[in-house]
């Protein structure tokens, strides 16, 4: 089911309601045919972004292209653009048949043949058939979040806008409708925008991920590029799961001074001279990159306080006096709550940050 996808572009909008602004001066460049993912938390103007590239929110300043054309004034029915809400809006009294034909019945212009092709396509790609004569009330939540997919698909528009679709649903069948959005993704080759405020979301569907905080983009890139290489501390404890350790040092002759663990730990003079302009930093470390060692100089003893087995890895939750330390261990290794360990890491896992405004400094 082809759709002819299109460009989306964001030229320093900026929204503001009673005096604050609730997207401020967001650029945005989103490639035909690609797959999106706005994230951030709640509150940050991720809907307020969705809402004016549908035309159903004005920007206060700045500009919108829809295919390279201007479409900042545009009415949200000229911009072909389908919207799918966390809530779904079925019309009750209809069937699952009659909820996806309503749409293109209203519009007027396409033969009945022609509803009756597209709504067979939207039966066959989201597997509705068994549930056509259903009324909204009689399905589950996932089948109901299907039918308003198809609602959104039996449209052929250029862009899809979700937002936050899967927030009602439980955890399995999120993790289920996750890879359908993939597929669908797949199969359209449509322009999808999806938001959400669930970093595993973003990182397992985007081609490309949009982190937002307070209105302002915070970073643009691959999964891999933000988890890999956060551009600030917002980024670096915002994805990943669990979040990375990050914490405060100075740089001091024995290395680097990890302060509330009152422990030093040294580093190569290479890694030492970034510290000559900024002797106090931030300091990430993901809980993968710990190696439980032997005591040494480049060891940092812990106390084991928590254990988390999850099955395919396990977390330990652990303690070197006033810091806490998340260490992502090998599931087929013992530990004891309360055992005292040894970490060390290596220095080119480690990120750093401002310690005043949060950007990276690696
Ligand atoms: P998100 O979708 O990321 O949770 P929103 O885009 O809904 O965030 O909201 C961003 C900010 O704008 C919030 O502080 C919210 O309270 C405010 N906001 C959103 N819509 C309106 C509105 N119609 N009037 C006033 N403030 C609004
Ligand atoms: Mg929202």
Not at 151 to 169: C, G, H, Q, T
Not at 250 to 277: H, I, Y
Request: with cysteine; glycine share 6%; proline share 6%.
């Amino acid at each position: 089911m082809a759709t002819a996808p299109s460009s989306i572009e964001l030229r320093n909008v900026s929204k503001n309601y009673l005096g604050s602004e609730a997207v401020d001066s967001v650029s945005i460049n989103i490639h035909k045919g690609e797959f999106v993912v706005l994230v951030g938390p709640s509150g940050c103007g991720k809907s307020t972004i969705l809402r004016m590239i549908a035309g159903l929110e004005q920007p206060t300043s700045g500009e919108i292209f829809l295919d390279g054309k201007d479409a900042t004034s545009l009415e949200p029915k000229d911009r072909d653009i389908a919207m799918v809400f966390q809530t779904h809006a079925l019309y009750p009294h209809m069937t699952v048949l009659q909820n996806l034909e309503f749409g293109l019945k209203l519009k007027g212009h396409y033969s009945s043949s022609e509803i009756r092709e597209r709504v067979r396509e939207t039966v066959e790609i989201l597997d509705l058939e068994p549930i056509l004569d259903r009324k909204p009330k009689h399905l589950s939540g996932g089948q109901r979040q299907r039918v308003a997919l198809g609602r959104a698909i039996v449209r052929k528009p250029r862009i899809f806008l979700f937002d936050e679709p899967l927030s009602n649903l439980d955890a399995k069948m999120r993790n289920q409708m996750r890879v359908e959005f993939g597929r669908l993704h797949t199969r359209l080759q449509a322009t999808m925008v999806f938001v959400t405020h669930d970093q595993t979301e973003a990182m397992t569907m985007g081609d490309r991920i949009i982190c937002l905080a307070d209105g302002r983009i915070q970073q643009v890139g691959t999964p891999m590029e933000l988890y890999s290489h956060p551009a600030n501390e917002f980024v670096a404890s915002f994805i990943g799961v669990p979040p990375m350790n990050i914490f405060a040092a100075q740089w001091t002759k024995d290395g680097l001074f990890f302060e509330k663990a009152g422990a030093s730990f040294p580093v190569s003079p290479n890694f030492a001279a970034m510290f000559r302009t900024m002797p106090r930093v931030l300091i990430g470390v993901r809980p993968e990159f710990f190696t439980v060692s032997s005591a040494s100089p480049k060891s940092i003893p812990v106390t084991v306080e928590v254990i988390e087995p999850l099955g395919s890895e396990t977390l330990l939750y652990t303690q070197c006096n006033d810091l806490s330390l998340v260490v992502r261990v090998s599931p087929l290794a013992k530990y004891e709550v309360g055992e005292k360990l040894y970490l060390s890491l290596d220095e080119c896992n480690i990120h750093l940050f401002d310690i005043s405004t949060g950007a990276g400094l690696l």
